[in-house]
């Protein structure tokens, strides 16, 4: 019985993890055909945002190229397997990764500039810096646990970029949600995920006792 509950535990965990992965990544692919190739088909109610992205070019193609490389490497990086059989790889990929978060983040916010969407999306830049940052800084200092919660919390930030878009084919959302809520909107996504992170991180401590 005594033995059986660690294994009970890691089985469950290993379980949960698939689960989430697979919803988080079926989530990606709703939000790639219902927003990205309907605005590349030219859907009617994404035209006018269509010119503007067809404007932003020069800066659209870097920030979306490192997004996407942030947003994949993610669930390559959090398998335990490939981390424990491959840490040179793990390393690889996680500069990559810190990298293509500086190049998405700045581009995004000069995507923003003199756009009423600056404030939201310089919030969001921020947690998506300072907790990779963070990431960065505790791996240095081999302080692996903390590496990977504040990974877990930078990923909770590149995962935005889908979150946020979730609702964009429901036409009140996507038009009239106006300029200052869409900022706001912005902001609590962020919020919202990083207290998602933290509370799953927490999970134990909040449903146990100790004794
Ligand atoms: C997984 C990470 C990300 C990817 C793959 C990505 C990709 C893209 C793409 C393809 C667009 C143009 C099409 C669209 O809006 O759907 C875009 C727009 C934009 N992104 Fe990102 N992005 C990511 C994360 C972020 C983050 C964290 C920020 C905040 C710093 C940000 C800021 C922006 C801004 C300001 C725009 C222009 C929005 C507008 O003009 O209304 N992105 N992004």
């Known amino acids: 019985m005594v033995s059986s509950t660690p294994l009970t535990h890691s089985s469950g965990h290993s379980r949960f993890k698939t689960v989430l992965w697979l919803s988080l990544g079926f989530t990606a692919l709703f939000v790639f055909i219902t927003s990205e190739a309907l605005l590349v088909t ?22 979306a190229l490192s997004g996407l490389i942030a947003l994949l490497a993610g669930p390559i990086q959090f398998s335990s ?29 000069a995507l923003a500039a003199g756009r009423p969407g600056l404030p939201g999306t310089s919030m ?62 912005v902001i609590a996504f962020t919020l919202v995920s990083l207290l998602v992170v933290d509370i799953g991180l927490n999970w134990r401590e909040l449903t146990t006792r100790r004794a």
Do not use: E
Not at 150 to 163: D, E, G
């Open 81 to 109: 397997r490939l981390r424990q059989r491959h840490l040179k790889f793990h390393r690889v990929l996680g500069r990559t990764y810190v990298i293509s978060v500086f190049i998405g983040a700045f581009t995004g916010i």
């Open 42 to 63: 030219d859907y009617p109610m994404y035209h006018a945002y269509r010119l503007q992205v067809i404007a932003d070019r020069h800066l659209l193609i870097p920030h």
């Open 124 to 185: 969001q830049a921020a947690a998506w810096i300072v907790c990779t940052t963070a990431a960065v800084i505790t791996a240095r200092n081999r302080q692996i646990v903390q590496h990977r919660q504040w990974m877990a919390r930078s990923y909770a930030v590149t995962f935005t970029f889908v979150s946020s878009r979730v609702l964009n084919l429901w036409p009140r959302y996507w038009s009239h949600l106006g300029d200052a809520l869409a900022a706001v909107g």
